[in-house]
């Protein structure tokens, strides 16, 4: 019998993005989808263990106050679970040890990196070794992208995609590591997934607008070793339907939208008999 899918999608103080992100794991066929506050997980109402698959949403967390998703990175790493006493970074630490899914996307993505849980260079987790900081521009860039997709990834969520065209919405989407012995690391390990591109070309794209942030190495998206955890600052959730190209009335185009691609390929992956097996680090994998 097939594996009923159970993807959380968690909210509060400030995220925004929650509705089109339950849907688009709706349409990709999640079996049960649940938005979540935050504090229901620290009341102990809700815990990440009866899930598959955990998105972390866009939005303005905590008001990006000390910088985007720093706050709410500093609030998992010391909260505890009202009762039990629990550190909130336990749960997230077995969901991840358990080989299950984690997307975060723009404010998500910015919560990933926070709290150390991307890029994870040889299994280390919650030790940030990348940022995403103030865009180059100085403003906040609301505009469509082109992203090239690294093939060569082990990037469960963009299997089988090459390029892809989806919006951007952020004012700290700038991709900086801490040293270029990470950079050049994630490059080797094909963790570097995704990569502000142009429409016409698949390299990566070092100007504006093509790449809306000035991030380093055009990097848009990345994933920890075992391909499992993923953060991309363009939004997939917002391009699910035809509709929702800005161009829907002028072009002909297929009724799914691309970005509905990466929660197929989330939900396939869990239905699959691969998403028992021990995840495997590139390190490991040799």
Same mark, same amino acid.
């Not at 109402?45 to 990175?73: M, N, S, T, V």
């Not at 609301?142 to 919405?169: A, H, M, Q």
């Given at each position: 019998?097939?594996?009923?899918?159970?993807?959380?999608?968690?909210?509060?103080?400030?995220?925004?993005?929650?509705?089109?992100?339950?849907?688009?794991?709706?349409?990709?066929?999640?079996?049960?989808?649940?938005?979540?506050?935050?504090?229901?997980?620290?009341? #102990?109402?809700?815990?990440?263990?009866?899930?598959?698959?955990?998105?972390?949403?866009?939005?303005?967390?905590?008001?990006?106050?000390?910088?985007?998703?720093?706050?709410?990175?500093?609030?998992?790493?010391?909260?505890?679970?009202?009762?039990?006493?629990?550190?909130?970074?336990?749960?997230?630490?077995?969901?991840?040890?358990?080989?299950?899914?984690?997307?975060?996307?723009?404010?998500?993505? /910015?919560?990933?990196?926070?709290? #150390?849980?991307?890029?994870?260079?040889?299994?280390?987790?919650?030790? /940030?070794?990348?940022?995403?900081?103030?865009?180059?521009?100085?403003?906040?860039?609301?505009?469509?992208?082109?992203?090239?997709?690294?093939?060569?990834?082990?990037?469960?969520?963009?299997?089988?995609?090459?390029?892809?065209?989806?919006?951007?919405?952020?004012?700290?989407?700038?991709?900086?590591?801490?040293?270029?012995?990470?950079?050049?690391?994630?490059?080797?390990?094909? /963790?570097?997934?995704?990569?502000?591109?142009?429409?016409?070309?698949?390299?990566?794209?070092?100007?504006?607008?093509?790449?809306?942030?000035?991030?380093?190495?055009?990097?848009?998206?990345?994933?920890?070793?075992?391909? %499992?955890?993923?953060?991309?600052?363009?939004?997939?959730?917002?391009?699910?339907?035809?509709?929702?190209?800005?161009?829907?009335? %002028?072009?002909?185009?297929?009724?799914?939208?691309?970005?509905?691609?990466?929660?197929?390929?989330?939900?396939?992956?869990?239905?699959?008999?691969?998403?028992? /097996?021990?995840?495997?680090?590139?390190?490991?994998?040799?």
């Amino acid at each position: 019998m097939p594996r009923i899918v159970k993807s959380i999608v968690l909210t509060g103080n400030g995220t925004n993005c929650e509705r089109e992100m339950a849907h688009a794991c709706r349409l990709a066929g999640s079996d049960e989808v649940d938005i979540v506050y935050i504090h229901d997980i620290l009341s #102990g109402e809700k815990r990440l263990d009866d899930y598959h698959f955990l998105i972390l949403p866009g939005g303005f967390l905590d008001g990006d106050d000390l910088g985007a998703a720093q706050a709410g990175a500093n609030r998992i790493i010391h909260a505890r679970v009202k009762g039990s006493g629990e550190p909130l970074r336990d749960q997230f630490r077995r969901f991840i040890d358990g080989g299950k899914l984690i997307l975060g996307v723009c404010n998500g993505f /910015q919560l990933m990196v926070k709290l #150390g849980i991307l890029p994870a260079v040889d299994g280390e987790y919650f030790r /940030q070794t990348v940022t995403l900081t103030f865009n180059d521009s100085g403003r906040f860039e609301d505009r469509w992208v082109w992203i090239s997709i690294n093939e060569k990834s082990p990037c469960v969520f963009t299997r089988g995609l090459k390029k892809v065209y989806l919006p951007v919405r952020h004012g700290e989407g700038k991709f900086m590591a801490r040293s270029a012995a990470i950079l050049k690391r994630l490059h080797r390990q094909q /963790q570097v997934v995704a990569r502000y591109c142009t429409q016409d070309s698949d390299r990566p794209a070092m100007t504006y607008p093509d790449n809306p942030n000035g991030a380093v190495d055009a990097i848009a998206g990345i994933c920890n070793e075992t391909g %499992r955890l993923y953060g991309m600052m363009p939004h997939p959730d917002a391009y699910t339907h035809r509709t929702n190209h800005p161009r829907w009335t %002028r072009e002909e185009l297929p009724e799914e939208g691309m970005g509905l691609a990466f929660f197929k390929n989330a939900v396939q992956f869990i239905r699959s008999g691969e998403f028992e /097996q021990k995840p495997v680090r590139a390190a490991e994998a040799g």
